[in-house]
T-cell receptor, first 111, second 113 residues
Framework: GENVEQHPSTLSVQEGDSAVIKCTYS??????FPWYKQELGKRPQLIID?????GEKKDQRIAVTLNKTAKHFSLHITETQPEDSAVYFC??????????FGTGTSLTVIP | NAGVTQTPKFQVLKTGQSMTLQCAQD?????MSWYRQDPGMGLRLIHY???????DQGEVPNGYNVSRSTTEDFPLRLLSAAPSQTSVYFC????????????FGQGTRLTVV
């Protein structure tokens, strides 16, 4: 089965700085890579995703890159704000019904 | 639009008790799944369904049963609760096929004492 590893487990940045979270996956058949943000006590919510036929995708301050050859993908948040503080999960899927999640990164943005 | 609705939000069980976590979605999604979330372990897939009448096991299925009699509902049953099943449980649904977003319910925090 798929194995997704995520690093770092915790990340603290100053407001305005950038944050980068990295994930690797093991199954070359995986073709969909979403990122979820989970605020304390809330449900995970999709913030950005990328498909295997795309190398990079950007949405305002958030971007995701994918390197299929190396089997890794990364989340980049620029100009971080306190409201970006949350736990972020990467995931991989090749079927649309089975998602394999990383262990999460707790991001703290210090005002 | 309610999306994915889970009940209850909180539950305390005694070891050996059984219970059912309810999950319903109103988006006409074919795919539904259950995850458990434990500290430092992310979300792990328990069971999933690709349509009414079809279910399959995920990464951590032991101690749980599911059924899918309708497109809308996907209940998760704990047969004989154990302290190791203390966790936060999330139900999710997606449209189906590759590259589709999973929508999560609000979660159920279960404590087994």
């Amino acid at each position: 089965g798929e194995n997704v590893e995520q690093h770092p487990s915790t990340l603290s940045v100053q407001e305005g700085d950038s944050a980068v979270i990295k994930c690797t996956y093991s199954d070359s058949a995986s073709n969909y890579f979403p990122w979820y943000k989970q605020e304390l006590g809330k449900r995970p919510q999709l913030i950005i995703d990328i498909r295997s036929n795309v190398g990079e995708k950007k949405d305002q301050r958030i971007a995701v890159t994918l390197n299929k050859t190396a089997k890794h993908f990364s989340l980049h948040i620029t100009e971080t704000q306190p409201e970006d503080s949350a736990v972020y999960f990467c995931a991989a899927s090749n079927t649309g019904n089975q998602f394999y999640f990383g262990t999460g990164t707790s991001l703290t943005v210090i005002p | 639009n309610a999306g994915v609705t889970q009940t209850p939000k909180f539950q305390v069980l005694k070891t050996g008790q059984s219970m059912t976590l309810q999950c319903a979605q109103d988006m006409n999604h074919e795919y539904m799944s259950w995850y458990r979330q434990d500290p430092g372990m992310g979300l792990r897939l328990i069971h999933y369904s690709v349509g009414a009448g079809i279910t399959d096991q995920g990464e951590v299925p032991n101690g749980y049963n599911v059924s899918r009699s309708t497109t809308e509902d996907f209940p998760l049953r704990l047969l004989s609760a154990a302290p190791s099943q203390t966790s936060v449980y999330f139900c999710a649904s997606s449209l189906g096929g590759a590259s589709t977003e999973a929508f999560f319910g609000q979660g159920t925090r279960l404590t087994v004492v």
